[in-house]
């Protein structure tokens, strides 16, 4: 008989089962591992979802304060106490659009959302009232989201069945009126501003709300040449003084008469040249010279034809109205033929109009109370049934405002002139009346930037004169 080919040693101990007993342990280290790793990275993910609810909800209520016109009455001076109305409007919203998303694939609750005003002495609750609370300087709003029973996996092991994710944002409604001097970062410098969208009605600093303001050589400012604070600041109901924002007032195109003429000077038919508040009959109002057109435009309705009309009921973004800069400057043109009527063509295309006056298919705007509601119409792109109360409308546009003070002498009899952009309104669009190509308007804001006075840092652009923008605070 053959030997074995393989002997077994005979100093090789037994198998014992160690190696059974290590890989044992092995698997349940790699099982800890990879449970870990699975709450981790759910923890991370309800983590960035705490987060974007958060950002979400300061911007939404920044907004809400934006088109609230609170920035317009900066010491809170007016009778109906703006600040609680526009902060429990921002808490709302807030709480609404917070609770709108998921943590952790469940809804937040409203207690599981904490809106704050940092900048106010009444930081939680709107219950302050009285002058000078400063909230109407660019305010801000902080909104934290915080679940402390969010739902572990793995981690039930050793005993922990939730974990707390908490996420914070703050976000400003910013107008640059006065903004070096004022505000949440004193600089001693305008800082400017550039909205998108902005309309080519370029208007005079001038506004027609204040007779007693008004003389032979013009009216009193929408805002101060120099700071571009607001002049008249304060909130109106129902068009009642003082204040500027809930001015309403007709919008007159300073042109030849006739839809087909050129704007162009007095002695080819122009009643003023140049603008002017209160012209003729109907008043208040106030006319507007067209702005230069670019080559192209955006998100632009079918129901628009011309260059101009493209302009108004589209987007312009390449034409830069850039606020607060002493060198920067917009153009002009008097040249061109048919504003008067495109203007009423490309507004009612804008706001969906049929025709003149209201309840024409258009959005409405209340102003009986504050804040001012924003009623749906029936031509609302939105899907929302008619008089819904809304946050966004096509009917809210904005307007530059040039430095008439100084600019009104260089204007050309027939082509392009060089105007210095000083502020913006914030205007509502009522309606449009093709009988005097009037365009009638309620304003929401005013942002002014001054002119001659060197802005700091870049300018903040956003949809809006008064933008809304995350910021870091404190």
């Known amino acids: ?4 080919a393989i002997r077994r040693s005979r100093n090789f101990p037994p198998q014992s ?3 059974m007993v290590l890989m044992a342990l092995s698997m349940v280290a790699i099982l800890a591992m990879a449970a870990l790793s699975i709450d981790v990275v759910t923890l991370y993910l309800a983590n960035a979802e705490a987060q974007r609810s958060a950002d979400t909800a300061a911007l939404a209520a920044a ?6 016109g609170i920035t317009g009455d900066p010491t809170n001076s007016g009778a109906i106490n ?3 109305q526009a902060c429990a409007l921002a808490t709302s919203v807030a709480t609404a659009v917070a609770t709108q998303n998921t943590m952790g694939g469940i809804a937040l609750l409203p207690a599981q959302v904490t809106v704050t005003f940092p900048n106010n002495s009444d930081t939680q609750f709107c219950t302050a009232s009285g002058p000078n609370l400063a909230f109407g300087v660019n305010p801000l709003v902080t909104v934290k989201v915080q679940r402390t029973d969010l739902p572990t996996f793995f981690a039930r092991i050793w005993g922990r069945r939730g974990a707390s994710v908490s996420a914070t944002a703050t976000a400003e409604a910013f107008n ?4 070096g001097n004022v505000g949440n970062t004193i600089t001693g410098k305008i800082t400017p501003v550039q909205p998108r969208c902005v309309k ?16 032979a050589g013009g009216c009193a400012p929408f805002v101060n040449n120099s700071d571009g604070s607001i002049s008249n600041p304060g909130i109106m109901v129902n068009n009642t003084p003082p204040g500027v924002v809930g001015r309403t007032f007709d919008l007159l195109p300073d042109c030849k008469p006739g839809s087909g003429g050129p704007c162009a000077t007095s002695g080819a038919g122009n009643t003023v040249l140049p603008p002017q508040a209160n012209v003729g009959p109907g008043t208040p109002n106030l006319q507007y010279v067209p702005g230069q057109l670019p080559a192209s ?4 309705p079918s129901c628009a034809g011309s260059d101009f009309q493209e302009a108004v009921a589209g987007c312009d973004q390449t034409t830069v109205y850039h606020c607060g800069s002493d060198t ?3 153009t002009v043109d008097l040249g061109q033929n048919g504003v008067k009527s495109d203007s009423v063509i490309g507004g009612q295309c804008l706001i969906g109009a049929t025709g003149d006056g209201l309840d024409v298919g258009q959005d409405s705007l209340d102003p009986s109370s504050y804040p001012y509601k924003i009623k749906a119409g029936s031509a609302n792109l939105l899907g929302v049934s008619t008089d819904s109360v809304i946050t966004s409308s096509n009917s809210i546009v904005s307007l530059p405002i040039y430095d008439s003070a100084n600019d009104n002498g260089t204007f050309s009899g027939t082509g392009t002139s060089s105007v210095h952009i000083i502020g913006f309104l914030q205007v509502f669009m009522n309606s449009v009346n093709s009988g005097n190509n009037s365009l009638n308007v309620t304003v929401l804001n005013v942002a002014g930037c001054g002119n001659g006075n060197n802005p700091t840092g870049a300018a903040v652009s956003g949809t809006s004169p008064v933008p809304v923008r995350l910021i870091k605070f404190p």
């Open 176 to 179: 640059s009126s006065n903004s």
């Open 328 to 330: 920067q400057q917009s």
């Open 1 to 4: 008989m053959k030997p074995p």
């Open 297 to 300: 435009f955006t998100a632009v």
């Open 200 to 215: 080519p009605w370029i208007v005079p600093n001038q506004d027609p709300g204040q007779p007693a303001g008004c003389t």
């Open 63 to 68: 907004r809400v304060l934006s088109i609230s």
């Open 82 to 84: 703006p600040w609680q």
């Open 17 to 19: 089962g160690v190696t």
